[in-house]
């Protein structure tokens, strides 16, 4: 006899890094059939595949010390302060396990999903992404792929800015930009076939989405209705304000005009193997 699913309704997102997933994940926060944890990105499913180090007690402490810790009594809602410090106690318990995951959705009601966006997700092999599902009562994963030399050129811009090195933008010089870009820790998210491969080959039909954000972004509302449509929940009317608002912008810098190039060859095999999985690509990538 089968042991029981370890895990409820699990809705995973997995990315890909800078494709408009905190944007996405802003919006499905208000449906009321979704419950997010305190933290949109958990890594748990990393952390357990692949990188032990992603939920180390020192990363755990550092992240509770920054976003749950300061209080102001005249402006916080003590429900509120209440409510961060129950999580930020279960996410600093041991052992980082499957107890300890579901545990961070404990606060959850009537909500039929759990939701976990993490990009890292999208890295995760095959046989990990087989597991979870046979590890969930149902499972749910969505990919969100843009264009690759946009959101490349997003995710340099941003993890310059995060690591103190905005100043490299106008500085660098190709080879610079491309020795950067080519790191195993950027360049696996540009990586959209052999990601897309590694989850339909694990995944079961009804159990994976994938999108674009230049789609979803030409018609918010329809996009976010087609979600809800493979998630199986109701249609939530969401404020204009909620979809309109900009969200983990990276800072403003144009692209230089031969960034392209550095990786034109990449971008065009990545673009011939999403299309050999028979996806449509949206009119707006600028790659040819």
Avoid at 34 to 42: A, H, Q, R, T
Avoid at 97 to 121: G, H, I, M, V
Wanted: glycine share 4%; aromatic share 14%.
């Amino acid at each position: 006899m089968d042991a029981d699913p370890v895990f409820g309704h699990l809705f995973l997102s997995a990315g890909a890094m800078k494709a408009g997933t905190t944007w996405l994940y802003s919006v499905l926060d208000k449906h009321p059939s979704l419950f997010f944890s305190n933290e949109k990105e958990i890594h748990y499913f990393h952390y357990k595949y692949v990188d032990r180090s992603v939920l180390s007690d020192t990363r755990r402490l550092d992240n509770v010390k920054r976003r749950y810790l300061n209080i102001d009594p005249d402006r916080n809602f003590i429900g509120r302060v209440r409510n961060n410090l129950h999580w930020a106690a279960n996410y600093l318990d041991h052992p980082v396990d499957d107890f300890w995951y579901r545990n961070l959705f404990a606060l959850r009601r009537t909500q039929e999903y759990d939701c976990d966006f993490s990009n890292l997700y999208a890295l995760l092999p095959a046989d990990a992404w087989r597991k979870i599902q046979a590890d969930c009562t149902k499972l749910r994963v969505l990919y969100t792929l843009r264009d690759p030399v946009k959101r490349l050129w997003s995710h340099v811009r941003f993890h310059l800015q995060i690591t103190g090195q905005a100043e490299s933008l106008a500085q660098w010089r190709p080879a610079e930009f491309e020795k950067f870009a080519r790191q195993k820790f950027i360049w696996a998210n540009s990586e959209y076939g052999s990601c897309l491969r590694r989850m339909r080959g694990a995944l079961s039909d009804d159990a994976f989405k994938c999108i674009f954000f230049e789609d979803i972004h030409a018609d918010q509302r329809k996009g976010l209705s087609e979600i809800e449509q493979f998630l199986g929940v109701p249609n939530h009317r969401y404020p204009d304000e909620i979809l309109n608002k900009k969200v983990n912008a990276s800072v403003s810098h144009p692209m230089p005009d031969f960034f392209p190039e550095l990786f034109e060859a990449d971008f065009r095999r990545i673009r011939n193997e999403l299309e050999a999985e028979g996806l449509r690509i949206p009119q707006q990538w600028s790659v040819p």
